[in-house]
Nanobody
Framework: QVKLVESGGGSVQAGGSLTLSCAAI????????LGWFRQAPGKEREFVAL????????LYADSVKGRSTISKYNGKNLVDLQLNNLKPDDTAVYYC???????????????WGQGTQVTVAS
């Protein structure tokens, strides 16, 4: 069983930066893909970024490409998502998820964290 715990959310002004962290408690083992998703008020949850636990291949949504970096720390079972040049449209609850397929479709992810709120003021 994998438990994911997010932290690092908060409120920032447009143009600011935040780093979100996801701690994987219980180990990842075969769940080799860590993804970040977000859900804005009144909208469906959408893919943000993912990273392969072994090898480190990364993938980003077009909406955050060039403004975000996903990083992993294997020894700590930790995955960070750095968000730069934040925009009001980035306001959402951000979720960490673990799965075994290199996919942007949230349905293939088996484990989810509780989410952390990011609010960007204009």
């Amino acid at each position: 069983q994998v438990k994911l715990v997010e932290s690092g959310g908060g409120s920032v002004q447009a143009g600011g930066s935040l780093t979100l962290s996801c701690a994987a408690i219980g180990g990842l083992y075969s769940r080799s893909i860590l993804g970040w998703f977000r859900q804005a008020p009144g909208k469906e949850r959408e893919f943000v970024a993912l990273i392969r636990w072994r090898g480190g291949s990364e993938l980003y949504a077009d909406s955050v490409k060039g403004r975000s970096t996903i990083s992993k720390y294997n020894g700590k079972n930790l995955v960070d998502l750095q968000l730069n040049n934040l925009k009001p449209d980035d306001t959402a609850v951000y979720y960490c998820a673990a799965g075994s397929q290199y996919e942007t479709n949230q349905r293939v992810y088996e484990y989810w964290g509780q989410g952390t709120q990011v609010t960007v003021a204009s």
